[in-house]
């Protein structure tokens, strides 16, 4: 039987369909509106509980209405919004299926091919087919079996939609090999047609399908070259960046020959109409001077291949180029790293230039020699037939070496990208058993295929790209808007940049952010600079902490203020060394936080829920605390820290922790990650195996069984789990958590002392801890540890001696009275307090020693005190109507209601009619977990 709230969904939905059914264009445009107005702002799992009844039905609705109608104007857009809605469903895989098999796909690939849709419309379209095509290679199959290839082709060099294509197209590449080549070739051919912020993507795609795709094809050479025509210096940047992939590849010679050859055009090229002042060919004449220095002065082989090519005749005429300035500039710094590499080099050079010249080229900047360069110069330097005799180089037998070392290389790159498939036929054509491979690899006697630290970590550069991209743009939709991210973003001074942010992430150590939110708003309004903090006092602190938890936390905030301002002339510390090194209790994870998030640096942080991803992610099932695993983990974070947005990159994964790979219940199938996360791969191949094995199917194909890779190591690997895979814990399996100690027991003795106060109310004697320790410097009711085998009377002795010596006036065990027992669970200790309470004339209470104090109950409420005081209290006020009033000389008119009722001798006890609720007053009593 379904609950009533079921049955009300039902009665919704039935209700729109029959009105969907029978309505016409506007009709159904108004339900639609309704639809997203309902269900736009709505979780996953409420998604699913409102949908699950019916959403089969309307989607195929949709799916038929959008069909016919697309091209009518104002129905698509929210047609794709309602669509939106459930392909991001938690159950997406399911309503993703049944979009395919209505046709769906093939729809949305005729929405982008018509001319009639609105770039915008086909921009959401491209979104949706990229949420499809990453839920896995199944749909990446059906888009490019659907003419996607050639349609997100022309979508590129359309006037919109560039980037969503260019995103779908990279994500399409990822699937089956068969479709590689032709995204691959179609990507070439596309790099001379499209605007420059394409040819970006365009490149950057490139990069990433060269390294699945193996030998490159001479084709890409001649278009590759031609971008450096760009006048977009990061269009230049990344032709450079795949021009040094390649070479390792066979095309290597070729496109050194180019760069080579566009250092000196020929003369027709010279002579095309001019591009925005420069000749395109001069540009790129400029591009392929920076591209050579770049590469020559990274490797020395390459420099000296490209020495045996001629490219110091044809630098010197670059440089003697006075048509453009940058193309001089960027040939003599590049000629600069030649003659300094090689001096006989030098002597050709001389030889050309002349002894005048060639004193100002290496006696001052090269990148200002053009400026000291008269037209006599210019034109000796542009008739040059310099020829340096390539045999001393001895340059074939480096070439072939150099080109043997960088296919080993590029292999390399590509074997880590090869999937498990491949690893486990291997396996499986040896007929090695797991047990013989442990052995062998603990023997020694072959090393395994895969090393363990390709299966856990990120060894492919293109895969670490993707994985960035998808999550930051899942993290700019997804954020949660916090006080520290926004003053991170807003806030102009650096100084008080890195004091928030440091702020934040101390108190978000051990504590949530729901919990954060409020003590930091305080915070910073109070203390808004670290000048502010210093100049508090701890106890200030300590009040505006409390409540918060791990106690040392504030403490150390104020003592780091303090020597910023003293020591450090109130500037913050600006790297992560400093951070490190200035700041007490700040530790390598703060202060690589502190420094991506407040100043930009490309540090990675591990924290609880990064250690939480990255171990899912890569599949890492030691003991996260271990120091292999630790220092695996700091590698991993490292490895993938987005350099153009650290502190947001570190933010991402933090949240991606906190809200979808949570510790319990994980979201994967609405985790952007997922397609790079080797536990969920895992689950899905086990769920797979699981089923055929119900169905009875034996016949174990290799490819049926694994599509991932999986840790040839073995039982020799330190960062696999002892423990074997358990199906019913699914990605929960990683991390594995270390045996956590049992808290130790502790029994403390304290005594609320009460005196009459000066008006109609109670005071509270309170004594200050000492300042290091668990609960440093906050105060306590007057309390001691309890000795095992302390009889009743010892410990009432020992309590009065005690109180005795804090107020220097004799009190006597007669006056304790026994309260109860308060039990309080730090994350070390499970201390039970054994609450006494003593009443006490005010006569006798006069004296106040050092470190103590006396509180009215409203004071005491805003005073620096631990939960465990509140708790402690709270035992003592429902159980103060059982004890006399301390109102010997004057008794209240409340303690006359003492008698009552329960409840207002309660109130009564206290004496006072200005109480604030008890409610108000432990609304933030909660289980504390720290000191
Ligand atoms: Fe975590 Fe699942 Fe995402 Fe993997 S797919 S990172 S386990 S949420
Ligand atoms: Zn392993």
């Known amino acids: 039987m379904s609950s009533p709230e079921e049955q009300a969904n039902l009665g919704r939905a039935l209700d729109f369909l029959r009105r969907w059914d029978r309505g016409d264009g506007p009709v159904r445009v108004r339900l639609l509106r309704s639809f997203l107005n309902r269900n736009a702002r709505k979780t996953f799992y409420e998604l699913e509980v409102d949908l699950a009844q019916t959403a089969s039905l309307l989607l195929a609705r949709i799916t038929v209405w959008m069909r016919v109608s697309f091209t009518a104007e104002g129905f698509l857009a929210l047609q794709l919004k309602a669509l939106g809605i459930f392909l991001s469903a938690s159950n997406h895989d399911q309503y993703l299926m049944e979009f395919l098999q209505g046709g769906g796909v093939v729809i949305l690939l005729d929405v982008l091919s018509s001319s009639q849709v609105q770039n915008d419309d086909k921009t959401e379209a491209l979104r949706l087919l990229l949420n499809i095509s990453d839920a896995g290679r199944k749909y990446k199959e059906f888009i490019c079996e659907h003419n996607g290839v050639e349609i997100l082709s022309d979508c590129m060099v359309g006037s919109d939609g560039g980037d969503a294509a260019g995103a779908l197209l990279e994500s399409l590449s990822h699937g089956n090999p068969k479709y590689q080549d032709q995204i691959y070739r179609s990507l070439i051919g596309l790099l001379t047609r499209v605007r420059p912020r394409a040819q970006l993507l365009l490149l950057q795609t490139l990069r990433s399908v060269q390294l699945k795709l193996g030998p490159a094809h001479d084709g890409i050479v001649a278009p590759l070259l031609n971008t450096l025509r760009s006048l977009h210096l990061d269009v230049q940047d990344e032709a450079c960046n795949l021009i040094r992939d390649l070479m390792g590849d066979g095309v290597r010679v070729k496109l050194l020959s180019g760069l080579v050859a566009l250092l000196k055009p020929v003369e027709e090229e010279t002579r095309e109409p001019e591009v925005t002042g420069s000749l395109a060919v001069f540009v790129q004449q400029a591009a392929a001077a920076t591209a050579i220095r770049s590469l020559a002065e990274e490797d020395e082989e390459i420099s000296r291949e490209l020495l045996s090519l001629g490219v110091v005749p044809n630098l010197l005429y670059a440089l003697g180029n006075q048509e453009h300035g940058e193309a001089q500039i960027q040939a003599s710094l590049a000629l600069e790293h030649f003659v300094r590499s090689d001096p006989s080099v030098g002597a050709h050079v001389r030889r050309v230039m002349g002894s005048q010249l060639f004193a100002a080229f290496t006696h001052s900047k090269a990148d200002t020699l053009h400026m000291k360069m008269d037209k006599r110069q210019a034109e000796v330097l542009l008739s040059n ?79 670490v790209v993707q994985l960035r991209r998808k999550l930051l743009s899942w993290y700019d939709r997804e954020k949660r808007e916090l006080p520290w991210r926004t003053l991170a973003v807003t806030e102009a001074d650096v100084n008080i940049r890195t004091y928030a942010v440091w702020v934040s992430e101390v108190m978000l150590q051990q504590t949530q952010v729901a919990t954060v939110t409020d003590y930091y708003n305080r915070w910073m309004k109070r203390w808004p600079t670290v000048q502010h903090l210093a100049a508090a006092t701890l106890q200030e602190v300590n009040q505006m902490w409390a409540g918060l938890g791990y106690y040392s936390r504030g403490k150390r905030l104020h003592e780091g203020a303090q020597k910023v301002v003293s020591e450090l002339k109130g500037q913050m510390p600006h790297t992560v060394d400093d951070l490190l090194k200035e700041l007490p209790g700040v530790g390598r994870y703060t202060a690589a936080a502190v420094a991506s998030i407040a100043l930009g640096q490309v540090a990675g942080v591990v924290d609880g829920n990064v250690t939480r991803v990255l171990c899912r992610l890569r599949a890492i099932g030691a003991d996260s605390t271990s120091p292999a695993a630790n220092q695996a983990l700091w590698g991993l974070a490292n490895v993938l820290v987005d350099s153009e947005r650290p502190g947001d990159f570190n933010q991402a994964m933090m949240e991606l922790g906190a809200r979808v790979c949570t510790p319990k219940g994980p979201l994967c199938s609405r985790c952007p990650v997922r397609a790079h996360c080797r536990s969920h791969q895992k689950v899905q191949v086990q769920q797979e195996q699981n089923t055929k094995k119900l169905l009875g199917r034996t016949d174990r194909s290799v490819s049926e069984v694994l599509d991932v890779e999986d840790c040839m190591r073995g039982g020799t690997c330190p960062l696999c789990p002892l423990e074997p895979w358990d199906d019913s814990l699914g990605v929960q399996n990683f991390p594995r958590k270390p045996v956590k100690k049992a808290p130790r027991a502790e029994r403390t003795l304290t005594c609320v002392v009460v005196r009459p106060g000066e008006q109609d109310d109670h005071e509270f004697l309170l004594t200050q801890r000492p300042n290091k320790g668990l609960l440093a410097g906050l105060w306590e009711f007057p309390s001691l540890l309890l000795q095992d085998g ?72 805003g005073a620096a005190v631990s939960t465990g005081l509140k708790k402690i209290l709270k035992l003592y006020e429902s159980r103060a109507g059982l004890e006399e009033s301390p109102k010997e000389e004057k008794p209240s008119k409340n303690a006359e209601r003492v008698k009552t009722s329960k409840k207002s001798r309660a109130a009564a006890a206290m004496g006072r009619a200005r109480q604030l609720p008890l409610n108000s007053f432990f609304k933030t009593l909660k289980e504390e977990s720290g000191s």
Not at 394 to 412: D, H, N, P, T
Not at 413 to 431: C, F, Y
Not at 812 to 824: A, F, K, N, P, Q
Not at 838 to 855: C, F, G, H, I
């Open 385 to 463: 037939h310099l020829h340096i005799d390539p045999g001393r180089c001895k340059q074939r037998a480096w070439r072939e070496k150099r080109i043997l070392f960088w296919s080993q290389k590029m292999s390399r790159l590509r074997l880590t990208s090869i999937k498990g498939k491949k690893l486990l036929s291997e396996a499986e054509e040896t007929k090695t058993s797991t047990r013989k491979r442990r052995k062998t690899a603990v023997e020694g006697e072959e090393a395994p295929k895969a090393s363990p630290s390709s299966y856990h970590s990120f060894c492919d550069p293109a895969e």
């Open 790 to 861: 302390d009889s009743d009377a010892e410990r009432r002795r020992a309590l009065c001696h005690q109180i005795s010596r804090t107020l220097n006036a004799d009190v006597s065990d007669g006056l304790l009275r026994h309260v109860g027992e308060v039990v309080h669970v730090f994350s070390h200790i499970h201390q039970t307090y054994v609450v006494y309470s003593a009443r006490l004339k005010r006569s006798d209470a006069r004296v106040q020693a050092e470190n103590t104090q006396w509180l009215t109950r409203s004071a005491l409420q």
